[in-house]
């Protein structure tokens, strides 16, 4: 099976113009939370799968409304996980990047989604480095924005810019609460991003500073319910609900803000854009 994907959203601009994406989604068929692996998880507390799946469905039917493209990869019993798809790899320009998970609780991900990425007909480049996917890769315009800090290793910063011949900036988390980049900073369109500065050490900031002046900041409280974790066409942009500053905000420069209310998946330390992987031609 071959899938055409379309072109990125990096041309889109919030005059009505967006570009409408490709992405994979995974549902939460088998999400529970079974381990701990980052401090918004804890095993110790219920979790209701069927009210994630109808809050993921939800998320779905708002990406279908929207005209995305929507794939989907089966998830798999003992992966809890797997929903959150912006982790199994990056794909831009038709080559896929595979994912290297740092903990072993999620590291059978990485091949799974390997394996449906060469099923649909993309060029399956295998890391050898630590990596997360689009948790800790993010594509503004050209430039690919890696974190490090938590869970993918500097060197995959390298490794990710030998493979599609980008500028790769380095960035460095330094909140475990914001252990991905997508957690702490949101892509809105090819020229714009939100983010939360106390996720990010000094010599980070400085960076984010002179690339994107005119960036929304976000507050601590939207942060904190994972409201930066959204995905934008470069018009509409999918956020979590409870993240109203971030939606008045987003409202205000001519941008459609849509709220989704994940909570459950929020138990596992992830929403939207963790939910979420952009599949690039």
């Known amino acids: 099976m071959t899938v055409t994907l379309e072109t990125s959203h990096a041309t889109a601009s919030h005059s009505g113009s967006a570009t409408k994406p490709t992405v994979l989604m995974c549902r939460p068929e088998h999400f529970t939370v079974s381990y701990r692996i980052n401090p918004w998880m804890h095993p110790e507390d219920p979790t209701d799968t069927s009210l994630a799946l109808r809050q993921w469905q939800t998320l779905y039917d708002t990406y279908v409304a929207l005209d ?13 996980d797997m929903v959150y798809a912006a982790n199994g790899g990056f794909v831009l320009d038709g080559i896929a990047y595979g994912a290297k998970f740092h903990y072993r609780e999620r590291q059978p991900e990485g091949p799974a989604y390997m394996d449906w990425f060469r099923s649909i007909g993309l ?3 295998e890391p050898e480095q630590v990596n997360e996917g689009e948790g800790d890769f993010l594509l503004v315009g050209d430039t690919i924005l890696a974190a490090s800090g938590f869970r993918s290793d500097t060197s995959s910063h ?54 994107y002046p005119d960036s929304i900041i976000a507050t601590e409280e939207d942060a904190a319910i994972l409201g930066l974790n959204s995905f934008s066409d470069g018009h509409n942009v999918v956020i979590a609900e409870r993240a109203t500053t971030f939606a008045q905000d987003l409202r205000a420069r001519g941008y459609n803000p849509i709220g989704v209310d994940l909570s459950e998946l929020l138990l596992g330390g992830g929403g939207v854009k963790c939910c979420t992987l952009e599949l690039r031609a």
């Open 158 to 211: 390298q490794e990710i810019a030998e493979i599609y011949g980008r500028e790769v900036v380095s960035l460095n988390l330094v909140n475990p609460s914001y252990y991905h980049l997508d957690t702490a900073l949101a892509v809105i369109d090819p020229a714009t991003i939100a983010y939360l500065p106390s996720a990010f050490d000094e010599r980070s900031l400085s960076i984010l500073r002179q690339r």
């Open 123 to 125: 060029d399956v480049r």
């Open 68 to 80: 995305f493209t929507v794939h989907l990869i089966d998830s798999i019993p003992g992966l809890p």
